[in-house]
């Protein structure tokens, strides 16, 4: 007969024996964790245009050079050099202010020191019209309109601050010559182009990257950027072209009303185009998306 005492010891060495079991057992895994949230879109604001410049403008087309073609390209000895004295003359109207002060003294010592040079280039430049444009008036009012896109060009407002600094730089070396002859001077030229050249590409990027922004976005975003609004109602009118337009309208800046100055050779109008010396600031305004609109009620 089996002992109450083995009965009870046996009991115990089962019991032992299923908690050792237990305990090899493979745990079930804890519970997955939840997912994460979804990423927050951050929806970039639309692309701005360089130095104040207005949402939406024509820019000169792009030559086999990589440079723009505008109206200061492709020129002959004496454009260039009465292109010369057309960027310093805009400057000398436009860069107002005591540390531009070098630019006026400049110009007005140029066109005392090359009078009889400057003389014969215009007279020649003349002749050339009037070899075009037989009726003389005909050769007179088609150099007033070359001159004014001239003028129009070199008053550009945007590409204002680097185009007064080139003007500087002329003036520099004007004043380091003995004697400030206008055919050496021009060959200084690049330096009154190159801002406007770097305008030209640097707006040439903001179109690029705003029409990326446009595609993605404007659909849903659109209304709430400044840019994609004016941009929207600029195509339904009249676009902006640099030499071509009215300068104030290349410009998001509020500028007062420009003067004009006549050019007593040309008779071309020579834009006076006041611009604050501090970049003006464009709205920049987080995108906010377009309302879906509501179902119509059912009757």
Not at 11 to 33: E, N, R
Not at 54 to 80: A, C, E, F, N, W
Not at 109 to 116: P, Q, S, V
Request: aromatic fraction near 10%.
């Amino acid at each position: 007969m089996i002992s109450f005492e083995f009965r009870q010891a046996r009991a115990a060495a089962t019991i032992l024996g299923v908690v050792l079991l237990s305990a090899c057992a493979t745990k079930a895994p804890p519970p997955p964790p939840p997912p994460p949230p979804p990423p927050v879109e951050v929806i970039p604001y639309r692309p701005l245009p360089p130095s104040g410049a207005t949402y939406i403008m024509v820019m000169p087309p792009l030559g086999p050079d990589g440079k723009h073609l505008t109206v200061i390209r492709g020129l002959s000895d004496d454009q260039r050099l009465w292109y010369f004295r057309s960027a310093w003359n805009v400057a000398a109207l436009n860069c107002i202010g005591p540390e531009f002060q070098p630019i006026l003294d400049g110009y007005g010592t140029f066109l005392k020191g090359n009078a009889k040079a400057l003389k014969a280039v215009n007279a020649r430049i003349d002749k050339g019209f009037r070899a075009d444009y037989p009726a003389g008036r005909d050769a007179i009012k088609a150099r007033e309109k070359q001159m004014t896109i001239v003028y129009n060009f070199f008053a550009l407002p945007p590409a204002r601050a680097g185009f007064c600094q080139a003007a500087l730089q002329v003036a520099a070396l004007a004043a380091a010559m003995p004697k400030p002859d206008a055919m050496a001077l021009s060959a200084n030229f690049p330096l009154f182009e190159a801002p406007f050249e770097a305008f030209f590409n640097a707006y040439d990027q903001y179109q690029r990257d705003a029409a990326a922004w446009d595609a993605q976005y404007g659909a849903r975003y659109g209304a709430s950027q400044p840019g994609y609004v004016a941009v929207q109602a600029a195509r339904l009118k009249g676009i902006p072209q640099v030499g071509q337009s009215n300068p104030l309208t290349t410009t998001t800046i509020t500028l007062p009303q420009s003067g004009v100055v006549t050019d007593q050779e040309t008779g071309a109008q020579i834009p006076v185009i006041p611009v604050p010396k501090e970049p003006a600031g464009i709205p920049v305004v987080q995108p906010v998306p377009q309302a879906t609109p509501k179902p119509a009620a059912k009757p």
